[in-house]
């Protein structure tokens, strides 16, 4: 059974910094790619970041230069280091990766206040 449990969410004023993780279990996560998306309310969800299993990285232009997607295949975790947070990252933060299908998590709230 493949899970993926986010953590690391919450409320944050704009310009400050939150780290989601996300830890998997029931893929072989060394060889998955990994993903972040975004919802907003009332938007369609949006690719915020990717890795690869050979580490290489892709963002949404929003975010380049502000948030990083890294992950450690011992922990089988993904984060995402979100730093100089603006309102309009308000949204819930879902954890995907691809190992043959794709699998998602629940989601985690990150809210942002001005």
């Known amino acids: 059974q493949v899970q993926l449990v986010e953590s690391g969410g919450g409320l944050v004023q704009a310009g400050g910094s939150l780290r989601l993780s996300c830890a998997a279990s029931?893929?072989?996560?060394?060889?998955?790619?990994m993903a972040w998306y975004r919802q907003a309310p009332g938007k369609q969800r949006e690719m915020v970041a990717g890795i690869t299993s050979g580490s290489s990285t892709n963002y949404a232009d929003s975010v380049k230069g502000r948030f990083t997607i890294t992950r450690d295949n011992g922990k089988n975790t993904v984060y995402l280091q979100m730093n100089s947070l603006r309102p309009e990252d308000t949204a819930v933060y879902y954890c995907?990766?691809?190992?043959?299908?794709?699998?998602w998590g629940q989601g985690t709230q990150v809210t942002v206040s001005s």
């Open positions: 029931g893929i072989i996560f060394s060889i998955s790619t």
């Open positions: 995907k990766a691809k190992y043959m299908y794709d699998y």
